[in-house]
């Protein structure tokens, strides 16, 4: 091959050329790693900052109620005439004829029903014949008696024959009182065969019928009628021991029944067992309730509702913010610095959802509702929300 067609060899690369380069992929590299190191701390920085708050529990505070704390008491009770009276035969025999039934009105000492007693007629026929002998017999030792003493004063006949008159005489007087009194008795007896109204207001039971059997004083069985006074009721209340020294005489009473929704009728507590039943754990109170509109039934169901006086000293709480451990009974609270301070507290008043607190808090004192398990002095917590103070409705 000659000169002039022979190809021609490559140059070799200098060294010098390369070196910028490879410069530029090690500081590249060196500025990669750096870069990632850098990531990964700040995201363990990260991490360790997010796990520390969330190791700071989350929680929030409810300031005490520093005003009064209206509750009420709300309790079923029976509603009863004021007065009743179940009206039962005093004498036996039959029944004539009634002239009140069920609901009607009766004044005091308006006929109910009359009775057929012969049995009883007879009896008193019997004993005015009694009074009748009785005091023929007596009248004859008066003038026997006074015969015999005028002999007695003439000295014709013995003294111990006078005496014997004049003791005939008072024993005939004896005998002509006992007759009597037992012809009054069955005059007595005879006027219960009208049976009549004690007092005024309405029948509110009738369980005879004309030609019905009566049983003389058998209080044993049904009453033939009874009268109630509807006027004013009594409402009978179950009061728990613990509200028993804030329910006081005069005290008002909201009632409602269920056959007239969404009105109030009113009451006032008029009595007071004063005593605590032993299985119960209540104290039995009487409401009287006006009823002049005759809207109220005697027997029938109540709700009451009694408006418990409020103490103005005590500051109230929610029932969950208590803590109740070996160390006894405290609530956590917050202090400036978002640490946990445990309060030993006294319970004045439980009202259920919400307790009113006697000694260990402050109006101040920001209480941590619903607190966490495990919480103890000193510790970190974060708040989130403030709720409001605590009240009663």
């Known amino acids: 091959m000659s000169p002039e067609t022979s190809p021609v060899a490559p140059k070799p690369r200098s060294r010098r050329g390369l070196a910028p380069f490879g410069l530029a992929a090690t500081l590249g590299l060196a500025a990669v790693v750096a870069n990632g190191i850098w990531s990964r701390q700040a995201s363990e920085a990260r991490l360790k900052e997010w796990t520390d708050i969330q190791a700071v529990p989350t929680v929030?505070?409810?300031?005490?109620?520093?005003?009064?704390?209206?509750?009420?008491?709300?309790?079923?009770?029976?509603?009863?005439?004021?007065?009743?009276?179940?009206?039962?035969?005093?004498?036996?025999?039959?029944?004539?004829?009634?002239?009140?039934?069920?609901?009607?009105?009766?004044?005091?000492?308006?006929?109910?029903?009359?009775?057929?007693?012969?049995?009883?007629?007879?009896?008193?026929?019997?004993?005015?014949?009694?009074?009748?002998?009785?005091?023929?017999?007596?009248?004859?030792?008066?003038?026997?008696a006074g015969r015999w003493q005028q002999l007695g004063g003439a000295n014709t006949v013995s003294r111990q024959t006078v005496d014997e008159k004049t003791g005939d005489l008072t024993v005939k007087q004896a005998l002509t009182k006992a007759a009597q009194a037992a012809v009054d008795r069955l005059e007595v007896l005879s006027a219960f065969k009208r049976i009549t109204a004690p007092f005024d207001?309405?029948?509110?039971?009738?369980?005879?019928?004309?030609?019905?059997?009566?049983?003389?004083?058998?209080?044993?069985?049904?009453?033939?009628?009874?009268?109630?006074?509807?006027?004013?009721?009594?409402?009978?209340?179950?009061?728990?021991?613990?509200?028993?020294?804030?329910?006081?005489?005069?005290?008002?009473?909201?009632?409602?029944?269920?056959?007239?929704?969404?009105?109030?009728?009113?009451?006032?507590?008029?009595?007071?067992?004063?005593?605590?039943?032993?299985?119960?754990?209540?104290t039995r109170m009487q409401v009287v309730v006006d009823n002049a509109s005759g809207e109220l039934m005697p027997g029938a169901f109540a709700n009451t509702r009694i408006e418990l006086p409020s103490s103005m000293k005590s500051l109230a709480i929610p029932s969950g913010a208590l803590i109740f451990d070996r160390n006894g009974l405290r609530v956590a609270?917050?202090?400036?610095?978002?640490?946990?301070?445990?309060?030993?507290?006294?319970?004045?008043?439980?009202?259920?959802?919400?307790?009113?607190?006697?000694?260990?808090?402050?109006?101040?004192?920001?209480?941590?509702?619903?607190?966490p398990d495990?919480?103890?002095?000193?510790?970190?917590?974060?708040?989130?929300?403030?709720?409001?103070?605590?009240?009663?409705?």
């Open 60 to 144: 929030s505070v409810v300031s005490p109620s520093t005003g009064a704390n209206k509750t009420s008491l709300d309790l079923p009770g029976r509603l009863e005439a004021y007065s009743r009276a179940p009206i039962y035969a005093r004498v036996g025999g039959f029944l004539k004829a009634y002239y009140v039934d069920i609901g009607a009105p009766v004044k005091a000492g308006q006929l109910l029903a009359e009775i057929e007693a012969p049995d009883l007629d007879q009896q008193l026929l019997q004993a005015k014949a009694s009074l009748a002998s009785a005091q023929a017999a007596e009248q004859l030792a008066t003038v026997t």
């Open 201 to 282: 207001g309405i029948v509110t039971t009738r369980n005879t019928d004309v030609g019905a059997l009566i049983n003389a004083e058998s209080s044993a069985g049904l009453a033939l009628f009874v009268i109630s006074d509807i006027e004013k009721l009594r409402l009978n209340v179950s009061v728990p021991q613990n509200f028993v020294p804030a329910v006081k005489l005069n005290t008002n009473v909201q009632i409602t029944v269920p056959e007239y929704p969404g009105k109030v009728y009113k009451g006032v507590v008029e009595a007071s067992a004063r005593a605590v039943d032993a299985q119960t754990g209540t």
């Open 333 to 371: 609270t917050v202090d400036a610095n978002g640490k946990v301070i445990l309060k030993p507290i006294t319970i004045a008043r439980d009202l259920g959802q919400i307790v009113e607190i006697g000694s260990g808090l402050t109006a101040q004192d920001r209480v941590i509702d619903s607190p």
């Open 374 to 393: 495990g919480l103890s002095d000193g510790d970190s917590v974060r708040v989130v929300d403030t709720a409001k103070p605590a009240a009663v409705r």
